[in-house]
């Protein structure tokens, strides 16, 4: 079974029907292993090398500017090696070691061009040869069990939104890419590495449904539960963990608008207009924030309700 990396996101047509099972059978061979996510919970090395492999992964991408994919990639080879693997203290080198050869292999799983030397930084000293990214290249594909054709949440979204009867064809679309934003933010997210490409993939469907189709989030949901490979205990936990990672990056995002925008002489200076004044009194329930201000109280749709509350 091969998987198109070049374009996750192709039409359901072209994985056959019979491989659907297989990718639901396989899927946690793809995930860390069971007691990565204890490890990240109990030791603060394991949490700050992460955070810093992703941050130095990310900016490898911004300053590249590879392919979206290739860094999603990079990390799910760096998180599946390290829970595997233990990580030596006290060398700083083996992290930047480790990146740049996940991006690598990662270039190299999109037949993407690589360039080792635009991804290393002078700083501290450390730069490596080729030979030595090999060598490393070569004990992350071993403890990858050699799977590079990684499984992830990607595989899953056709075959999700297929399931939906969406009135509209045409607003497949929508979901697809708000799911793929919501997916790419999880992986940054510890609490993630517990839950199944697929049950992320079908959750982030449903977050991104509650969005776009509200009115039609109902029906969405009775597709998703009628798929007999779907845990909804898990998908309940992941669904809700989803939709308050996009609530709190919303809530902070307003935060840092107001603190920029709002000076106590901009707010007396500010003359409201007919329809400013309407659309402010439509947001009447306000939250207390440790600084004094407020800020309009997140209306949140849980799934196991149809209503939001």
């Known amino acids: 079974m091969e998987f198109d990396l070049e374009n996750p996101l192709t039409s359901l047509k072209e994985y056959l029907s019979d491989t659907i099972p297989d990718l639901f059978v396989s899927e946690s061979d793809h995930m860390p292993s069971r007691n990565f996510l204890h490890c990240l919970k109990t030791s603060d090395f394991y949490v700050s090398f992460r955070e810093e492999a992703i941050s130095r992964i990310l900016q490898a991408q911004y300053s590249c500017n590879y392919d979206l994919f290739i860094p999603y990639l990079a990390v799910n080879y760096m998180d599946r090696f390290i829970s595997r693997q233990e990580i030596p203290q006290g060398k700083p080198w083996i992290i930047r070691l ?23 930084e002078a700083e501290a000293g ?38 939906f009867e969406l009135k509209d064809p045409s607003s497949s679309q929508p979901l697809k890419d708000r799911a793929t934003e919501i997916i790419f933010k999880a992986q ?122």
């Open 126 to 163: 450390f730069i490596f040869d080729t030979q030595t990214i090999n060598r490393m290249e070569l004990l992350v594909l071993d403890a990858l069990n050699w799977r590079m054709r990684s499984i992830t949440p990607f595989s899953f979204v056709h075959f999700f939104i297929s399931l």
């Open 188 to 309: 940054n997210e510890i609490k993630f590495l517990e839950f199944k490409p697929s049950i992320i993939a079908a959750s982030a469907l449903l977050v991104a449904s509650n969005e776009r189709f509200p009115l039609q989030f109902p029906c969405f949901k009775c597709s998703i539960y009628s798929c007999e490979f779907v845990n909804e205990e898990k998908l309940l936990e992941c669904f809700n963990a989803l939709q308050e990672m996009v609530e709190m990056e919303w809530y902070e995002s307003m935060l840092d608008t107001m603190s920029c925008t709002r000076t106590p002489l901009s707010v007396l200076d500010r003359h409201f207009t007919k329809s400013e004044s309407e659309t402010a009194s439509i947001i009447t329930n306000t939250t207390t924030i440790t600084n004094g201000s407020t800020v309009p109280e997140i209306k949140r749709r849980k799934l196991n309700g149809y209503s939001s509350t």
């Open 98 to 120: 480790l990146v740049i050869s996940c991006l690598s292999l990662a270039a190299k799983m999109k037949n993407k061009h690589f360039s080792i030397s635009n991804s290393q």
